[in-house]
């Protein structure tokens, strides 16, 4: 294990409070995931339950760069982006609850639509905070540190993931109401932990004097492709193979195999972390997501149990890695004070990446050798965009 009190540069104390928050957030949109189809089919709302988690992802898109640009200018007016922060978690908890109370009352034929309203409201409250939360990493690290910090973020990010999908039967015994109740509370205390733990008026000296800094267009319109790329890649990877794992392991059901390529990445994310650190953001991103496509086509070919052991395994680090990198790659390539528009470029990207895929599997379907094609090209995307950011200069 890294012994975290040997990089004193990076604040790990504002480390640890955005990670409090991100657990807040991982078990919050879980529950949201688990409970919004079945609560919309329970309403009569059949078709909407299939198509409203594809129009989030593509809203998300486009919302993500705005809210995330509008953080920057909060940034530079107040001096910080808690109360934006603050405010988002605040939405995004009443409005849980309110879908709590209304759905333990059964809401009346004539204002049933008002869940589907809501349900889409509390994915832009979301949306609000998540991206500028993620931002302060440029506050809370040197650049150069960064991966070492958000390998505490994947950390995180894959043990709540991986509780959350073996849970899923404790979360429908809990029932709808309690659960969402739970995910307001998380979230209040997710972000009174942040707070708790970054002062009020923080600003890391990077994010000083940068006003005058331009960012080419063409740079942001490359790292939206970048999210878009690498959410489609990872989206097929945790939508198909999966169950195509579990056919060579008939012994294991779908949601344990996923649960274990993310807790492989919570564990491997430390020690990577230090070794990302070393390699950079570009190159260990590629490498994660080219493993990642590789591993693809082994279990393809894969009749094997003990490698498809391994194959899991393998896709818990390459998916660490990209996790580890990604963030670290958008905020090496953009001024300090426009980290809320990079994250928020990035992540609106990859909620479409999300959405086309949830598109063409609801479509078409997609067979997993079309799956493995699909993520071939989406590698050579994200390839090609490294490659050209790096002939970006901004000045």
Known sequence: MVNFNTRPEILWRQVWGLAALLAAIVFSWMAYGFYQPKILRELEFVQLASWLG??????????????????????????SRLPMISVGVVLA??????????????PPLGIRWILPVLMTAWTIAI???????????????????????????????????????MWNARLYSMGASITFLVGAIVLVLGVYILRLFTPKHFIYPATLNQSAITIPRVLLILIFVIGLATGLEINLLLSIFPQELQTQLPGLKVEFIASEILIVSAIASVPLGEWTTELGANKSML??????????????????????????????????????????LVLGKIPANRAGLGTGLYFGGSAGGTAIVSLLMKLIGIAPVWAFL?????????????????KITVA
């Open 287 to 328: 490498l994660g997501l080219g493993a990642m496509t590789g591993l693809m086509g082994l279990t393809l070919l894969n009749d094997n149990n003990a490698i498809a052991i391994g194959l899991i395994l393998a896709f818990g680090v390459s998916f660490s890695l990209v996790f580890i990198s990604m963030i670290s």
């Open 374 to 390: 699909l993520a071939e090209v989406a590698f050579l995307v994200v390839a090609v965009c490294i490659f050209m950011t790096k």
């Open 54 to 79: 594809i129009v989030q992802g593509l809203l998300a898109a486009v919302i993500e760069p705005l809210i995330g640009g509008l953080s920057d200018r909060i940034q530079q007016r107040l001096g």
């Open 93 to 106: 908890g009443l409005i849980f609850v309110t879908v709590s109370l209304l759905i333990e009352h059964s």
């Open 127 to 165: 949306i609000m905070f998540r991206g500028p939360a993620i931002a302060l990493l440029a506050q809370f690290a040197p650049i150069t540190e960064l991966p070492q910090a958000n390998a505490i973020l994947v950390l995180v990010f894959g043990l709540v993931g991986a509780i959350g999908l």
